[in-house]
């Protein structure tokens, strides 16, 4: 009986191993592939750098704005003059703080822009036939842009539309006889978040060229570079791109996008504007337009950036 059982025992064994060994190869050759997967899909982690954070302390931009204090004495006066009032200066910080925090923009930039525009007067411009208007100094190119064609760049641009009013507030237009209007430029939140969106196209627009283009960029240099072609379009920022790797190379171009203080002085170069512009207006337009790029710049640039990090430090460290 034994005999038979161990005859049976090893025809058993003989069938389990034809039946499970090509199963097991299957089943390891599977396993080595799902690891080899996985490995090629997860990111390898970086080993000698800190994650980074919205509010890391090496942040080009300052926390508190204005930073620079002639501005900081200019907002007081203001505010004593009564042409900023409490409640505006509080609708105003409430929805910056709100938009830039989803949109992720660095708040001091946007503030500061708007402090350029229009010294934070919402009305700006609502009892003459400017053709700029409100907080963010709105014309009917930017309106036009907010208006029709939103869905040229991020997504997150309707989304914040329906985040701040419950729907779809557009067209957006500067409503004299209606400035409280959710749709009117002059009503607050409206106009921080329109021109929130519409800054925020200016750096999509501009890294998803360098993006195409492989081009490596410090992203808090670039929404400085935002902040000028929302002054003075995105091609203003281009044809400087051009000019600036055309007469000094490739090396600098990187600098350009990569290092403060190089940008900072190289905005200061009026002639390397003007070359700039030149190209898209003729000469009686551009010398001005490089003036006044040049000062809307440098006054954000004091404004939003941290006055440590102005003269002591260059961002070249910071990747995109």
Same mark, same amino acid.
């Given at each position: 009986?034994? !005999? ?6 090893? @025809? ?10 090509? %199963? ?7 396993? #080595? ?5 996985? !490995? ?12 980074? !954070?919205?509010? +890391? ?46 949109? +992720? ?5 946007? /503030?500061?822009?708007?402090? &350029? *525009? ?6 700006? #411009? ?7 208007? #409100?907080? #963010? ?11 029709? &064609? ?27 006889? +209606? ?34 283009? %492989? ?14 072609? $929302?002054?003075? @379009? ?14 000094? @190379?490739?090396?600098?171009?990187? &600098?350009?996008?990569?290092?403060? *203080? $190089? ?17 898209? /207006? +003729? ?35 910071? @990747?995109?």
């Amino acid at each position: 009986m034994f !005999t038979a059982f161990r005859k049976n025992s090893k @025809g058993l064994s003989q069938r389990l191993r034809q039946i499970f060994l090509p %199963s097991l190869s299957v089943l390891l050759i599977s396993s #080595g592939l799902t690891a080899l997967i996985w !490995t090629v899909l997860t990111p390898i982690q970086p080993k000698n750098y800190p994650p980074e !954070t919205k509010n +890391d302390k090496h942040s080009l931009f300052s926390t508190n704005y204005p930073a620079n204090s002639n501005f900081q004495r200019e907002l007081v006066e203001l505010k004593n003059k009564n042409e900023l009032k409490p409640n505006d200066e509080l609708e105003i910080q409430r929805s910056l703080l709100a938009t830039t925090d989803y949109l +992720d923009i660095p708040p001091s930039v946007l /503030w500061c822009l708007l402090f &350029q *525009e229009s010294r934070l007067n919402h009305l700006e #411009g609502i009892e003459s036939e400017k053709s700029s208007s #409100g907080l #963010g100094q709105f014309s009917r190119f930017s309106f036009f842009e907010i208006n029709y &064609q939103l869905e040229r760049y991020s997504p997150n641009n309707l989304n914040l539309l329906y985040l701040t009013f419950g729907r779809d507030i557009r067209p957006i237009e500067a409503k004299r006889k +209606d400035p409280l209007s959710p749709s009117s430029y002059y009503s607050i939140p409206t106009a921080v978040t329109s021109s929130a969106i519409f800054l925020n196209n200016r750096y999509y627009q501009l890294s998803r060229i360098l993006d195409k283009r %492989s081009i490596a960029y410090n992203p808090e240099i670039l929404w400085m570079f935002a902040a000028m072609a $929302y002054n003075k @379009g995105s091609r203003s920022v281009l044809s400087l791109w051009n000019t600036i790797h055309r007469k000094r @190379g490739t090396e600098k171009f990187n &600098q350009f996008l990569n290092d403060y *203080e $190089y940008f900072k002085n190289t905005i200061n170069d009026s002639s390397i504007l003007t070359k700039s512009l030149i190209k898209i /207006w +003729d000469k009686t337009k551009a010398i001005p337009y490089a003036n006044e790029l040049r000062i809307h710049t440098r006054n954000i640039s004091s404004c939003a950036i941290s006055p440590l990090l102005q003269t002591t430090r260059s961002l070249t460290e910071v @990747g995109p």
